[in-house]
């Protein structure tokens, strides 16, 4: 690339060069300079990184070890605890408010006497 870089098109080499920190400021610029006037080269960028992501390096192993020590730590479980629970109690309401207008109906129905529920039935029927 490098030195007729507005001529030629940029190639997987120089992607690898830009991939290995191995440009100078100046290649660098103009790799960068190219890449952002010349579509082309943009998505063949894109494309080599895309396709170099699958090399990306290994976390560390200790990591997943350090991610199940602190989901046990106390303030970790009684967040999730907390989230937990609070989900219960939403559902207990819920379930109250459904339970109590339920039997305010049928409550209601019983208590009517046969007068007022022939007067309810009129008004339905004829109005
Ligand atoms: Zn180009």
Same mark, same amino acid.
């Given at each position: 690339?490098?030195? &007729?870089?507005?001529? @030629?098109?940029? %190639?997987?080499?120089?992607?690898?060069?830009?991939?290995?920190? %191995?440009? %100078?400021?100046? !290649?660098? &610029?103009?790799?960068?300079?190219?890449?952002?006037?010349?579509? +082309?080269?943009?998505?063949?960028?894109?494309?080599?990184?895309?396709?170099?992501?699958?090399?990306?390096? &290994?976390?560390?192993?200790?990591?997943? &070890?350090?991610?199940?020590?602190?989901?046990? !730590?106390? #303030?970790?479980?009684?967040?999730?605890?907390? +989230?937990?629970?609070?989900?219960?109690?939403?559902?207990?309401?819920? %379930?109250?408010?459904?339970?109590?207008?339920?039997?305010?109906? @049928?409550?209601?129905?019983?208590?009517? #006497?046969?007068?007022?529920?022939?007067? @309810?039935?009129?008004?339905? @029927?004829?109005?």
């Amino acid at each position: 690339m490098t030195t &007729e870089l507005k001529n @030629i098109h940029l %190639s997987d080499h120089d992607f690898g060069a830009w991939e290995q920190g %191995s440009l %100078s400021d100046a !290649q660098m &610029e103009a790799f960068l300079t190219h890449t952002a006037n010349c579509p +082309h080269c943009a998505d063949a960028w894109f494309a080599y990184m895309n396709h170099h992501e699958e090399h990306l390096p &290994e976390p560390p192993a200790y990591l997943k &070890e350090e991610i199940k020590e602190r989901v046990h !730590q106390p #303030d970790v479980v009684i967040a999730q605890k907390a +989230h937990t629970t609070s989900k219960r109690v939403q559902l207990l309401i819920y %379930s109250l408010k459904v339970g109590v207008a339920l039997a305010a109906s @049928i409550f209601m129905l019983f208590a009517m #006497d046969s007068q007022m529920l022939d007067q @309810i039935t009129n008004f339905i @029927i004829f109005r």
